[in-house]
């Protein structure tokens, strides 16, 4: 037998008041020497509480109170705590979600992985250095001497995601656990992290244990595929039976939420009347000055684009190419540094701030983070009345409205008077649309709308911003990274890159036959593209 | 950087002469005339007028403040009209005690408060993160005179263990110095301990719930280097904060122990130079104090460049 690690029906009790009594039970799962098992599931399922388990990171209140981990049989339960020190990075490792916070700030990188050589072998610095040095060079970064004198901040998130990696792997460990690895990364460095993670994988035989929730990861790098639902598991099979022939219902409905990237909307509308034009766009940061060198950073360089009545325009790209810029200066939360931006007649990008504020109510953006974009001391009903209030709406007159928008975002009218902790993400995504929708704006802006929500919440709340765009025949400017996302909504897609717009047509058009070098990059990154998702059912 | 550090010192040049004009007038509107005290309780009006027209006192005040700070621009602080010699070399001879006693106070403060500090961060919430809680509110309520003759009742007296008072200078031999000293910084270093343990505990206390500690703990490290190698190291930045502005705040404390301990000092220096009206010892020592505090809070702000590689200037 080559499993690795076998879970045998296992049980972690959740702290009282607790969303439900155990945050897993009765989980079973195995893990085979060089085989790669993808731990599938939405947020609260249990995936991670499963993994920092095997690692003995869980906290003191996630008691297991059924069950075994056996690492190469030795069960990791009843394992004291100095043994588990010996354990971890020696025969089992981690890896993390969050590359830039998952390493020491202060310390450089080449010293964070020879702190595990000092920690677990006997050999000399010298020795040390060269091990390091090699592993460096194993997952593939430039000029090993430069990375081991680095600190993390000197370095992109691939790399340091590469140096956990190193980090992780050095001990050559039989077990590595992968929690959501390339959650935080850009497609295309996600895809070179998956490839890479595959690649050392197979050179050392390792059983990996990866922990994701994106099918698109999934069938990217997967052996076989374990589903859980609320710390369950509803299903374990090999990738491609799963993908093709899912059993249980809660799988089928995963898989049929991801977002398929085949364009949805056939364009057209090209004759109703404009709502917003920007032309030459830009906005520079400048620092320096006054005894040091003056430095310029062009977040946004030049950009051109226009969006009609009830049509959708995508801004795809990835971190750092400003497309967020760019929705912020559409709704002049920041000043462009040149250019046009009209709103019908009107010219928002250069007019005063007197001028700007009966122009305000006409754009709304709704933004990424729905746990954080709204006053967790407010009621949702103060959220989606102020701004109606504020341009001197009635109070009465607000609140009718806020109800009304309550059914258009499927909410429940009488929970107005609730807090925004009271509800789940997708809830809150909905009552952040209330809140924009309540000042009749004639342009949405969905910066990273739907990006921080699973994907079956993703999916309704996708049809949500389509079925009001439709209804309240609006124009809608679309910010997101995701492809896939892009392709069920938009009309029409910009792409940028490094500030500038390096492709801009019709979705179909872009999708069908990308001409920029940059987007057929992109296209080539978005993982699981040989799969359908999403197929209409 | 170095245009940093160009800018820090020529900002220092404002800030002192703002505490010069400030001291200089402060001094002259409270109640009390130099040469009425250096005159003595019997002295003829006739001489003590002549002690103030030989002081300069009985010139107009911007005329005072003109060759004052003339002779200051030359590097001059004056004479001390009650000790008879330059205000520099009075400084000179009262610095060492004020170092000796600034140095170890905040030595044994250092010592004592981050290590506490860190456990209690680390058992957050358990009976020693409670007790050093309760220790600190203790810490900085009680008054430094208050615990300063406690001490001296206790352990000079009761216990015989240590000098009671006074001062002896290094350069007469380490043994004694050290025995004069230890009673005056720990009595000095409890308030600092509580501030700085309190601050330490903080600062771990978030940086303990970083990813990066958890990463530590993933790689197998014993407790003891998480929490020195990675959190301590992470949390020096508001640590050295505090430690720098204990020590600014030291000046005030030296004030009282060292009169409580009968150290001659410049706390004690201060002290008689006020209770004697005596101008230009005050505003020079005032003035040294004041380029001290600047001097530190650069050293400050330049330490955090070894602590935190993130930080440029």
């Known amino acids: ?13 959740l702290p009282r008041g607790g969303d439900r009594a155990q945050a897993v039970a009765g989980v079973d799962l195995t893990v085979e020497r060089g085989e790669i098992v993808c731990l599938v599931g939405e947020s609260g399922s249990g995936k991670s509480v499963i993994a920092h388990a ?84 194993e997952v593939h970064l430039p000029d090993p001497e430069r990375m081991m004198a680095s600190y993390p901040h000197q370095l992109s998130g691939g790399q340091r995601q590469r140096i956990m990696i190193a980090m992780a792997l050095i001990m050559n460990p039989v077990l590595l656990i992968a929690d959501e690895p390339t959650t935080a990364l850009d497609v295309t460095t996600q895809a070179q992290i998956l490839k890479l993670i595959r690649e050392l994988q197979q050179n050392h035989g390792t059983g ?47 898989i049929g939420s991801v977002p398929g990237i085949e364009p949805k909307r056939q364009g057209g509308g090209e004759t109703a009347p404009l709502v917003l034009k920007a032309a030459g766009l830009s906005k520079v940061y400048r620092s320096g000055g006054f005894l040091s060198a003056r430095r310029a950073v062009h977040a946004a360089e030049d950009v051109s684009f ?57 754009v709304q953006i709704v ?84 990006s921080a929500l699973d994907v079956s919440v993703q999916a309704q709340v996708l049809r949500l911003f389509d079925e009001i ?64 998702f999403g197929s209409p059912s | 950087m170095l245009s940093f550090l160009v800018k820090r010192i020529l900002a220092t040049v404002p800030v002192l002469l703002i505490v010069a004009v400030l001291v200089f007038l402060l001094l002259r509107l409270t109640p009390g005339d130099p040469a009425t005290i250096i005159a003595g309780d019997a002295a003829s009006p006739e001489n003590v007028a002549k002690i103030r027209e030989n002081l ?99 352990v000079s007296l009761k216990l015989a263990l240590l000098p009671v008072q006074g001062y002896q200078r290094i350069a007469d031999g380490f043994g004694p110095f050290i025995r004069h000293l230890i009673l005056p910084s720990i009595t000095l270093s409890v308030i600092y301990i509580a501030l700085i343990a309190r601050v330490t505990r ?34 020096a930045v508001p640590i050295l904060t505090v430690i720098g502005i204990g020590i600014a705040l030291l000046i005030g404390g030296v004030v009282v122990t060292e009169s409580v301990y009968g150290i001659p000092g410049l706390g004690r220096l201060t002290v008689d130079a006020v209770l004697a009206r005596d101008f230009p010892t005050i505003q020079g020592v005032i003035l040294f104090f004041s380029f001290v505090y600047v001097l530190i809070n650069l050293l400050v702000d330049l330490s955090y460049l070894v602590f935190d590689p993130r930080i440029r200037y």
Not at chain 1, 1 to 13: F, K
Not at chain 1, 77 to 90: K, N
Request: with cysteine; net charge positive; charged share 25%.
């Open chain 2, 202 to 235: 903080a600062a771990v206390q978030d940086v303990l719930s970083e990813d990066y500690i958890r990463t530590a703990r993933a790689k197998g490290l014993p407790e003891v280097r998480v929490l020195v190698g990675h959190a301590l190291a992470n949390a």
């Open chain 1, 208 to 254: 990996v244990l990866f922990i994701t929730h994106d099918f698109g990861v999934v069938a990217e790098i997967a052996d076989r595929v374990a589903v859980l639902r609320l710390g369950t598991l509803v299903e374990m099979r090999a990738k491609a039976d799963l993908l093709a022939r899912p059993q249980h219902e809660y799988t089928r409905m995963l």
């Open chain 1, 306 to 362: 226009e969006i009609r009545r009830g049509q959708t325009l995508g801004i795809v790209g990835e971190s750092g190419s400003g497309k967020s810029t760019v929705a912020r200066c559409i709704a002049r939360l920041i000043d462009p540094s040149a250019g046009s931006v009209s709103l019908g007649s009107d010219e928002i990008a250069t007019v005063s701030a007197r001028a700007l504020r009966p122009l305000r109510r006409r």
């Open chain 1, 54 to 137: 095997v690692m003995g990171l869980s906290p003191k209140e996630l008691k297991a109170v059924a069950g075994e981990i056996l690492l190469e049989g030795e069960d990791i339960l009843r394992a004291s705590p100095e043994r588990l020190r010996e354990l971890r990075c020696v025969r089992m490792s981690m890896i993390f979600q969050e590359p830039m916070t998952a390493l020491n700030p202060v310390m450089r990188c080449g010293d964070q992985i020879d702190e595990v050589l000092a920690m677990h072998t006997a050999l000399g610095a010298a020795e040390r250095r060269e091990r390091v040095r090699r592993v460096i060079e």
């Open chain 1, 469 to 532: 765009r439709e209804r309240m025949n609006l124009a809608m400017l679309f910010i997101t990274h995701d492809l896939r996302v892009a392709a069920q909504v938009c009309d029409h897609v910009a792409v940028m890159s490094r500030g500038r717009v390096v492709e801009y047509g019709a979705t179909r058009e872009v999708f069908g036959a990308p001409r920029h070098e940059y987007t057929r990059a992109l296209f080539a990154a978005a993982p699981g593209r040989g799969y359908t």
């Open chain 2, 56 to 154: 300069g006192l009985s010139k107009p005040l911007l005329v005072q403040f003109g060759i004052w700070f003339g002779n200051l621009m030359a590097g001059d602080l004056g004479e001390s009209y009650f000790f008879k010699m330059k205000v520099s070399t009075l400084i000179g001879q009262r610095i060492e005690p004020t170092l000796a006693l600034s140095f170890c106070t905040i030595v044994i403060a250092v010592l004592v408060a981050v290590p506490l500090g860190v456990i209690a961060a680390w058992k957050q919430g358990g009976w020693l993160d409670r007790a050093l809680m309760g220790f600190s509110v203790m810490g900085f309520s009680v008054p430094v005179f208050v615990l300063g003759y406690l001490l001296i009742w206790l």
């Open chain 1, 367 to 450: 933004f990424q983070d729905p746990y954080r974009s709204l006053n967790p001391r407010r009621t949702v009903g103060e959220a989606i009345i102020e701004g109606p209030l504020n341009y001197g709406m009635g109070r009465a007159q607000a609140l009718a409205r806020a109800r009304s928008l309550m059914e258009t975002v499927r909410l429940d009218p009488d929970a107005l008077d609730r807090y925004p902790h009271q509800f789940s993400g997708g809830q809150r995504q909905r009552i952040c649309i209330a809140r924009a929708l309540a000042l009749e704006p004639e342009l949405l802006i969905a910066d990273e709308a739907v």
């Open chain 1, 1 to 13: 037998m080559g499993a690795v690690l076998e879970i045998r029906n296992l049980a972690i009790a």
